[in-house]
Every structure is written in structure tokens, then in C-alpha cells.
């Protein structure tokens, strides 16, 4: 919103360095299907543990929302350190194909 806004410097979306709030999302999943449970959170945290690793594919989705001219602009320094800490408080994601 705040890059195709008439005057996007006047729009302060989030302050310097700071969360305004957390909210948590969920995906409604089938009852007792783990294996599709397991599908969907490591679909997930692949995308996050790409742009963790500046994989080419997913830094290019995340600038585009995230980035200085993405839809969202955010510090990268956070977003990086954010979801660093969502990998470090999962397992390991499996490297075999589901």
C-alpha cells in the first residue's frame, strides 16, 4: 500500500526496529491427517529456511512483498533474525520427498 500511495514518504508502516504486535496464524487441517499436517509445516519452513538462506527463488518472493520496494517494505535484519528463530524452535526439516 504504501508504494503505490500518491506520497509513500509520508507513510510510516512500522517503526524502526520495532514489532507493533504479534499475531499468530493457523491453517485448519484435517483432524488426525499428521501426514498432511507434516506436509504442510515443512512446505512452510522451506520457504522461510530459503530466504534464511538467500536462496535466489524465495528472496525474490519475499522482496516482493517485503523488500524496499515490495508491497510491505520491512527491515530485512528482523525478518531475518525472526524467522531464524521459527527454524531454531523446529525440527529438522526432512530432506526426503513426501
Not at 508502516?13 to 485448519?28: R, T
Not at 515443512?42 to 516482493?64: C, H, N, T, W
Not at 512483498?65 to 526432512?94: C, H, M, N, T
Request: proline share 8%; hydrophobic share 40%.
Amino acid at each position: 500500500m504504501k508504494n503505490s500511495a500518491p506520497n509513500p514518504e509520508e507513510w510510516d508502516i512500522i517503526p524502526n526496529d520495532e514489532l507493533v504486535h504479534l499475531e499468530a496464524y493457523a491453517c485448519v487441517l484435517p483432524q488426525d491427517d499428521s501426514h498432511w499436517r507434516d506436509l504442510v509445516n515443512y512446505s512452510i519452513l522451506r520457504v522461510i529456511q530459503g530466504y534464511i538462506i538467500e536462496d535466489p527463488e524465495f528472496s525474490k518472493m519475499f522482496a516482493g512483498w517485503f523488500g524496499e520496494q515490495g508491497v510491505s517494505p520491512y527491515p530485512e535484519a528482523i525478518l531475518q533474525d525472526y524467522f531464524q528463530g521459527i527454524l531454531d524452535s523446529k525440527e529438522r526439516i526432512p530432506t526426503t520427498a513426501f
